[in-house]
């Protein structure tokens, strides 16, 4: 049942222009990131080879190229998941599903991994670029694994919340800027930290979905982090089946 | 649970804040039977189908599917339910083939019946020859055809159709309503609607809802028989004394009307008609108009939705409330 509402939101996803415009788009700008980047290894090869421990093409060309990635993502995501409920209450067609022997978990999960589908597509292309370097260079495979594991799970946490914003208002446009402003929120969150006491700082650093984000893309991989990212996941998730309950019990 | 009740609506109430959208409302819909649901926008209709259909949970009272407890067994009591919403949940991006597949897959029928239940429902609606048209680009008829389409695909023992006929031409309303009355041979199907001949030509039994409470529940056939006795409407240009036409045999009641016009309510069988055209000749009432009158269903939820205000062509009601 899950497969079924999933397939229904990938396809119509696919129906839509706004779908193919994006991943064009982002292969765009992240194309340029990296020819950029590539030159700036170029420039550099002969001063890094004389060092030792200098860092090497995963670490300047697929990091800055993954780092940018997720803030490209953070301002399209909302965009995608701003329809997945919304839509369907101003569309009316919020009542076939609601009267179909579904459970709200079965619609909720349903729409998430139908979307997830199509951003993991769009994933996936990213690392064919810095891949493509395996050509005439040697890349560091794990760091670009945990890059790529990172990028995912920051995009799985963004699309969550931009599921259940979306199925807190009927209007897309009020999702999409919602979404784009909590996440962009979580996002700078740690720049505050800066400033104030010590403790605030490390509970706002926590919070932030940077600090993770960074530690993936050195190569770290704490359980922490991923943690992390799965508790903010199912969060979203549970407050969106949550909130399409409430709809159906008192207003 | 008698297996041929297939709904069994138990004192069922919905609010929406404050406001009470459905009230103590009780009925049941046995099998095979169609139930016209008649009442004024926003007495409730369209909420209590909701939360038959699963889509809206109730704030009080019990609602029971063939027996399963909408509330407990949510699944199981809505996969005997088919739901046709006021406006038809229609995916404009698909075509009515895709959508199609889609609610019959949403409706847990194995993958291998699909392309049987999504032929049959095609050709049931008339649906045959638009089946690779998107579903955005159709007609209002053809959408609401997809629309009842989607709600019988999975043959279920109740069918609910909320206003199926709204913004059909003639010859389509002909159609759905053919295609609800063949449904109600083994389905139960409930409707909503604002057309009350619709219920008097298709529905075995008549709800009337007025401000969430359920104010009439009663056969057709009944109904017919209870409509009041017969009546004639007579216009007459020099009338004589009211006590007059109330002399004459059969009469029961006399109310008069506008311009002349006299609303003559007479005793079954006992038709005053000849009678009153003699006298009117020998008395020299200047007869004008004579017309045989029943009190129709308008008449009825009329009378019962309005209130105390009856209105003029209910002159005979408005005697009897007097």
């Known amino acids: 049942m899950i497969a079924t509402i999933a397939a229904r939101e990938l396809r119509s996803l696919f129906l839509s222009p706004l779908a193919w415009a994006i991943l064009a788009v982002i292969q765009l700008i992240l194309a340029y990131i990296f020819l950029v980047q590539l030159d700036v290894f170029m420039q550099w090869q002969a001063r890094l080879a004389g060092i030792e421990g200098a860092p090497g093409?995963?670490?300047?060309?697929?990091?800055?190229?993954?780092?940018?990635?997720?803030?490209?993502?953070?301002?399209?995501?909302?965009?995608?998941?701003?329809?997945?409920?919304?839509?369907?209450?101003?569309?009316?067609?919020?009542?076939?599903?609601?009267?179909?022997?579904?459970?709200?978990?079965?619609?909720?999960?349903?729409?998430?991994?139908?979307?997830?589908?199509?951003?993991?597509?769009?994933?996936?292309?990213?690392?064919?670029?810095?891949?493509?370097?395996?050509?005439?260079?040697?890349?560091?495979?794990?760091?670009?694994?945990?890059?790529?594991?990172?990028?995912?799970?920051?995009?799985?946490?963004?699309?969550?919340?931009?599921?259940?914003?979306?199925?807190?208002?009927?209007?897309?446009?009020?999702?999409?800027?919602?979404?784009?402003?909590?996440?962009?929120?979580?996002?700078?969150?740690?720049?505050?930290?800066?400033?104030?006491?010590?403790?605030?700082?490390?509970?706002?650093?926590?919070?932030?979905?940077?600090?993770?984000?960074?530690?993936?893309?050195?190569?770290?991989?704490?359980?922490?982090?991923?943690?992390?990212?799965?508790?903010?996941?199912?969060?979203?998730?549970?407050?969106?089946?949550?909130?399409?309950?409430?709809?159906?019990?008192?207003? | 649970m008698g297996d041929d009740i297939l709904v069994r609506v138990d004192a069922l109430e919905r609010y929406f804040g404050d406001i009470a959208a459905v009230q103590g409302v009780s009925f049941e819909v046995r099998r095979g039977e169609v139930l016209g649901f008649l009442g004024p926008n926003g007495a409730g209709k369209s909420t209590t189908m909701q939360i038959i259909a699963g889509a809206l949970a109730p704030s009080g009272g019990q609602v029971l599917v063939n027996g399963v407890d909408i509330l407990d067994e949510p699944r199981a009591a809505k996969a005997q339910v088919g739901y046709l919403p006021e406006q038809p949940p229609l995916y404009r991006e698909l075509t009515v083939d895709e959508y199609l597949r889609y609610s019959a897959r949403l409706h847990r029928i194995p993958r291998d019946g699909v392309d049987r239940a999504v032929d049959r429902a095609k050709h049931r609606c008339g649906l045959a020859d638009v089946g690779r048209r998107l579903t955005g680009n159709l007609s209002k008829g053809y959408q609401q055809r997809v629309g009842i389409a989607q709600a019988i695909i999975h043959a279920p023992a109740v069918v609910i159709l909320d206003e199926p006929t709204v913004g059909l031409d003639p010859i389509q309303i002909r159609e759905i309503r053919a295609l609800i009355r063949e449904l109600g041979g083994d389905h139960s199907v409930i409707l909503s609607t604002h057309i009350l001949p619709e219920v008097q030509s298709v529905c075995d039994r008549v709800l009337i809802i007025h401000e969430g409470r359920l104010v009439l529940n009663e056969r057709v056939e009944d109904l017919?028989?209870?409509?009041?006795?017969?009546?004639?409407?007579?216009?007459?240009?020099?009338?004589?004394?009211?006590?007059?036409?109330?002399?004459?045999?059969?009469?029961?009641?006399?109310?008069?009307?506008?311009?002349?016009?006299f609303f003559l309510a007479y005793r079954e069988g006992e038709d005053p008609t000849d009678r009153l055209v003699a006298d009117a000749v020998a008395g020299g009432w200047g007869l004008f108009e004579l017309a045989p009158q029943r009190r129709t269903l308008e008449e009825v939820f009329v009378q019962l939705t309005c209130g105390e205000h009856p209105p003029l062509a209910g002159g005979i009601a408005a005697e009897d409330a007097a």
């Open chain 1, 57 to 251: 093409l995963t670490e300047i060309v697929a990091a800055p190229l993954f780092r940018t990635a997720a803030i490209v993502l953070l301002l399209v995501v909302p965009l995608l998941t701003m329809r997945l409920i919304s839509e369907e209450r101003r569309a009316r067609t919020l009542p076939l599903l609601l009267s179909a022997p579904v459970s709200m978990t079965d619609i909720v999960l349903g729409k998430y991994l139908g979307l997830m589908a199509f951003l993991a597509l769009l994933l996936l292309l990213i690392p064919l670029m810095p891949l493509a370097l395996l050509a005439g260079g040697s890349l560091d495979l794990g760091l670009l694994a945990a890059g790529f594991v990172g990028l995912l799970l920051v995009v799985a946490s963004f699309a969550a919340a931009g599921l259940f914003l979306s199925a807190v208002t009927d209007q897309p446009t009020v999702a999409a800027i919602s979404t784009f402003g909590l996440l962009l929120l979580l996002w700078i969150l740690d720049w505050a930290g800066n400033g104030g006491g010590q403790e605030a700082s490390a509970v706002l650093g926590y919070l932030s979905l940077l600090t993770h984000y960074d530690a993936l893309l050195k190569g770290v991989f704490d359980t922490r982090d991923v943690a992390y990212y799965v508790l903010f996941t199912l969060t979203f998730l549970v407050l969106a089946v949550r909130r399409l309950d409430a709809d159906r019990l008192q207003p």
């Open chain 2, 224 to 261: 017919a028989l209870g409509l009041a006795e017969p009546a004639l409407r007579v216009g007459l240009r020099r009338a004589p004394a009211v006590e007059a036409l109330r002399r004459l045999p059969g009469v029961l009641r006399v109310a008069p009307g506008e311009d002349g016009r």
